[in-house]
């Protein structure tokens, strides 16, 4: 449900970590581009000697600090478990099965000597569904490992986020995203159809189906009728479009074809009295496709997208098929990935937080949190500051806005209580095994919690993790110890570069409670209006220039942004930027920031914003990020914000003609 949390909460937030050299400034001056007038393009003059100097690392598709942070973190998670998977641990210890899922990952010669032995109790299962009631069943009893057309989760209720509600959300697209089935006039989404066709028809070739080819047109077909279904992304991100509980007999009656009690009971789900049904619609016509579409079709369709969800630990042939779709021609990358990097991000996944206690042990001083912590407090009160001067909104709306921001929740580094794997199964030498009962697991823990109170001491990311998030119904903002450390995060650098880097960062989280769908919850986390109508149309009409002017961007030919998905991330970056700034300029204490390098606090607290998104992007990856992210490409979020900036014009002193100037009455200012 990766997709549910990014697409519906804005919950994750796609960052990047600057590569500071010099320990005074914190700026990183070799990668500056000197031709480049940060007036013109502060994005180039802060990135553009790395730029030309870098190439994207064969194993790929996008390279830039995040991805530098990200390989750091994923260097010290391997050395915590080879240690683990070489040690003798007691057996059913967390550390035994730690070492044991990562060892029977990498061991390649075995996965290649079971052959397609692990998988056939899975296909023959498929095999076995007779009935629609079966084919209900065996999905109830995948959800979790198998992403299926209506997928079934469990999160704080909108409406009472004091209590867990089971939900739907739309699924089982092989390809990124509808508009990969339905833009059929563009050539780029085109060649990603022809070749997840092309590994369709390898999978069944590979598992010894009869006739591949018609197997891999009949599941494209289905696809396509499920994607003709799907809500698009914008429609996606409204919070009050998407919240629609209903009862379980609601739900039968509303979407007929699809047995219902039967796949809430084998999802464990079937005592729930209402659930929310995310897209009405799409669960109706996917409802409606389980009556018509063939059972043969179903079970084909099931088939192979067990197969692609089990080839990282099937044979070689199925492993390269997949890498010729999913990596080539969906990200453009040349070569595979560390078969041990693929470990560690598999078992973060299955067991993240006993890795994760391991880690913030070894490299998360108890300083880094005391100093993440005075800043968070800092852009805080800049915020509040801020809210207080904003011209065009009322009193009133002040107030419940000053009321949300003061019940924040803050998270940092790592979580108060780890979670408990002892029920957990883990077997030397059974990759496959492993990752199915590790999803079932982490399912069987999600779904016990419809129904009852949220547990507001959990995290939604390991502190591995190179990420940060907001989480509107639990009003909070987190930050994995992973993304708070050098080089992004930097005890000894100059303040104005971690206010314009890792301040910006915070600006961004606090700031996502104010953005088009966050600030539809109030500081409670419930779904309800707390504005006038007069200030939701001005923060509206506000939010519909900034619309207008990312779609002036155009990533790739042909290819411009989508300002509406963007919108939740833009106001964030723009309104993140402002507040860190401002909370830069309280850091001082009124006392005049000293000149570094030649470069004024303000402008390296500019240059330490552009550098945090340093990135690289293939073309491929680029067309899947511009379809399904609702983040702006690096470029045009350190452009696109910094336009808008007082601060920015007062310290690069622009002037009409340089390309970034913007007059001062069209700037566009939100929080």
Not at 294 to 307: C, G, M, N, V
């Amino acid at each position: 449900m990766k997709s549910l949390r990014l697409s519906t909460l804005a919950v994750l937030v796609h960052l990047a970590a600057a590569s500071f050299a010099a320990p005074v400034s914190g700026l990183d001056r070799p990668g500056f581009d000197p031709s480049v007038r940060a007036q013109d393009d502060l994005f180039h003059a802060a990135n553009g000697g790395w730029l030309k100097a870098t190439e994207i690392p064969a194993d790929k598709p996008e390279y830039g600090a995040f991805i530098q942070l990200r390989d750091i973190s994923d260097a010290r998670s391997r050395a915590i478990v080879e240690e683990l998977s070489k040690a003798q641990s007691k057996a059913g210890s967390v550390e035994q099965k730690v070492g044991s899922y990562y060892a029977a990952y990498l061991d390649t010669a075995a996965i290649d000597k079971a052959g397609l032995a692990p998988v056939q109790p899975s296909l023959a299962a498929i095999d076995a569904i007779k009935t629609p009631k079966d084919l209900a069943t065996w999905m109830g009893q995948v959800q979790g490992r198998l992403e299926t057309p209506v997928q079934l989760y469990v999160m704080a209720d909108f409406k009472n986020p004091t209590m867990n509600q089971a939900l739907t959300w739309q699924g089982g697209l092989g390809l990124p995203d509808r508009d990969y089935y339905l833009k059929t006039d563009d050539e780029r989404l085109s060649k990603a159809r022809a070749a997840y066709e092309t590994y369709l028809t390898t999978l069944a070739k590979l598992a010894g189906m009869k006739d591949p080819a018609d197997a891999a047109k009949r599941v494209m077909a289905l696809e396509r009728r499920i994607a003709e279904a799907h809500w698009d992304k914008v429609e996606n991100r409204n919070p009050v479009k998407i919240y629609n509980p209903m009862t379980p007999a609601e739900l039968t009656k509303a979407a007929p074809g699809l047995d219902w009690a039967t796949f809430l009971k084998e999802a464990r789900l079937g005592g729930v009295e209402r659930l929310s049904v995310s897209q009405p619609s799409a669960a109706t016509a996917i409802a409606k496709l389980y009556a018509e579409v063939p059972l043969a079709d179903w079970k084909l369709y099931f088939k192979l997208h067990t197969l692609d969800d089990a080839a990282t630990v099937l044979p070689a042939a199925f492993r390269d098929a997949r890498f010729a779709f999913r990596g080539t021609a969906l990200t453009g990358a040349k070569e595979q990935k560390p078969r041990w990097q693929q470990g560690i991000t598999e078992v973060n996944a299955a067991l993240g937080e006993a890795v994760g206690q391991l880690y913030v042990a070894k490299h998360f001083p108890p300083e880094y949190k005391a100093r993440m912590q005075e800043l968070v407090n800092n852009l805080l009160a800049s915020y509040k500051d801020s809210i207080d001067g904003l011209s065009w909104m009322t009193p009133a709306t002040k107030a419940q806005a000053q009321a949300k921001l003061s019940k924040y929740m803050t998270k940092i580094g790592y979580p108060d209580q780890w979670r408990d794997y002892s029920q957990l199964e883990v077997r030397a030498g059974d990759p496959l095994g492993n990752s199915q009962r590790a999803a079932r697991f982490e399912w069987n823990r999600i779904a016990a919690k419809a129904g009852k109170p949220v547990d507001r001491s959990e995290w939604g990311m390991t502190p591995q993790t190179v990420n940060a998030y907001y989480n509107p119904s639990l009003n909070e903002i987190v930050f994995p110890a992973a993304i708070l450390q050098p080089p992004f995060f930097d005890m000894a650098a100059d303040d104005a570069v971690n206010y314009g880097a890792i301040g910006a960062v915070i600006g961004h989280e606090i700031s996502h409670g104010f953005d088009d769908q966050g600030s539809q919850f109030d500081g409670e986390g419930v779904l309800r209006n707390w504005w006038t109508d007069e200030d939701r149309k001005a923060f509206e009409a506000v939010g519909a220039k900034l619309v207008a002017q990312y779609e002036t961007y155009e990533p790739l030919p042909g290819k411009k942004l989508n300002g509406k998905l963007t919108l939740g991330e833009n106001i964030a970056d723009l309104s993140g930027l402002q507040i860190a700034y401002k909370a830069y300029i309280r850091s001082l204490k009124g006392q005049p920031a000293p000149v570094i390098e030649g470069y004024t606090g303000a402008q390296r607290f500019f240059l330490g914003w552009s550098q945090a998104w340093r990135e690289k992007v293939r073309e491929e990856r680029a067309m899947q990020l511009l379809t399904t992210d609702p983040h702006s490409p690096p470029e045009f979020r350190a452009n696109g914000a910094a336009v808008n900036h007082d601060g920015f014009h007062e310290a690069f002193g622009t002037k009409p003609g340089d390309k970034m100037f913007k007059p001062t009455e069209e700037r566009i200012r939100i929080w």
